[in-house]
């Protein structure tokens, strides 16, 4: 089994800065692929980065591109995603999600297996 879990989520206001964490433990012998995910009242899970197959590049959801950056360390088992000038619309509870089979969309949430509990974060003035 593999565990995901998610940090750092907060209050800020428009225009500030919060860095994301997520851990995974457990069976990660097999290779796996990292993305996150947000969701909120107004809007379906929507991917936001993920890691290229070799992990070589970033694919990011278009409004977030310049503002965010998703990287990991060298265990390659703690991710970030670090979100720069941050705006009310970015408002919503942020997923790390695994998936260890390269199938489908990394924008799709049905095509991962494992998902953290979430960690809010709110934009508000």
């Known amino acids: 089994q593999v565990q995901v879990v998610e940090s750092g989520g907060d209050s800020v206001q428009p225009g500030g800065s919060l860095t994301l964490s997520c851990t995974i433990s457990?069976?990660?012998?097999?290779?796996?692929?990292m993305a996150w995910f947000r969701e909120s009242p107004r809007k379906q899970r929507e991917g936001v980065a993920a890691?290229?197959?070799?992990?070589?590049?970033?694919y990011y959801l278009g409004v977030v591109k310049g503002r965010f950056t998703m990287s990991q360390d060298n265990t390659k088992k703690t991710m970030y995603l670090q979100m720069n000038n941050l705006k009310p619309e970015d408002t919503g509870t942020y997923y790390c999600?695994?998936?260890?089979?390269?199938?489908?969309?990394?924008?799709?949430?049905?095509?991962?297996?494992?998902w953290g509990q979430g960690t809010q974060v709110t934009v508000s003035s």
């Open positions: 999600a695994m998936r260890t089979r390269w199938a489908g969309a990394w924008t799709t949430p049905a095509n991962y297996n494992y």
């Open positions: 457990g069976d990660t012998s097999s290779r796996y692929y």
């Open positions: 890691f290229s197959y070799d992990a070589a590049e970033v």
